[in-house]
């Protein structure tokens, strides 16, 4: 399983290849950018402040989620706009 922040910047390197091919404009390579970074916002907030034997813990919850059928789609949530 990859990392989940490679699996964002898997994201934001596949927005920029596509805007090098002409697939998208700049404004749709911005939104690209966007969600990258509401996405690893989201990602780095539901690991708290993290320290010592809870960032280890941390991890091993994040890893074992696909197993548990838990896993989150921080892209996903990274493209969430806030409601108002």
Not at 11 to 25: I, K, S, V
Not at 45 to 61: D, F, I, M, P
Request: aromatic fraction near 8%; charge should be neutral; charged fraction near 30%.
């Amino acid at each position: 399983m990859k990392a989940h922040p490679q699996e964002l910047l898997e994201h934001l390197r596949d927005g920029f290849r596509r805007y090098e091919e002409g697939a998208l404009d700049a404004f749709q390579l911005d939104a690209v950018v966007h969600q990258y970074t509401g996405a690893a916002r989201e990602l780095w907030k539901s690991c708290g402040e993290l320290s010592g034997s809870r960032t280890a813990s941390t991890a091993r919850a994040l890893r074992a989620m696909p197993a548990d059928g838990k896993e989150i789609d921080w892209w996903e949530r990274g493209g969430r706009r806030a409601p108002g």
